[in-house]
Nanobody, 119 residues
Framework: QVQVVESGGGLVQAGGSLKLSCTTS????????ITWYRQPRGKQRDLVAS???????KYADSVKGRFTISRDNSKNTAYLQMNNLKLDDTAVYYC?????????????WGQGTQVTVSS
């Protein structure tokens, strides 16, 4: 069992920045793909950004140029740097860890962290 813990959410004014962290337990972090999702209240959960073990990143069009995903394997932690935040970025942000193993790997989710952008 892998535990996934997000942190760094909070209240920020539009145009401001926040940095989210996603820390996992276990020994397979360097091979783990980390994906950030977000879910505004009453809406579906959507992919924001992902980074695989080789460092390849992907972003949703809505955050390209504003958000940066990164990882520090020595700390079992991935980050989501969010700049120039907009009101529409308000959501609960979730981290998912895809850990290799078994037939198709394992998927673990964190509990989420609230990001609120105010005007």
């Amino acid at each position: 069992q892998v535990q996934v813990v997000e942190s760094g959410g909070g209240l920020v004014q539009a145009g401001g920045s926040l940095k989210l962290s996603c820390t996992t337990s276990g020994r397979s972090f360097r091979w783990t793909t980390i994906t950030w999702y977000r879910q505004p209240r009453g809406k579906q959960r959507d992919l924001v950004a992902s980074i695989n073990g080789g460092g390849t990143t992907k972003y949703a069009d809505s955050v390209k140029g504003r958000f940066t995903i990164s990882r520090d394997n020595s700390k079992n932690t991935a980050y989501l740097q969010m700049n120039n935040l907009k009101l529409d970025d308000t959501a609960v942000y979730y981290c998912k860890a895809d850990v290799p193993g078994g037939l198709g790997g394992y998927e673990y989710w964190g509990q989420g962290t609230q990001v609120t952008v105010s005007s």
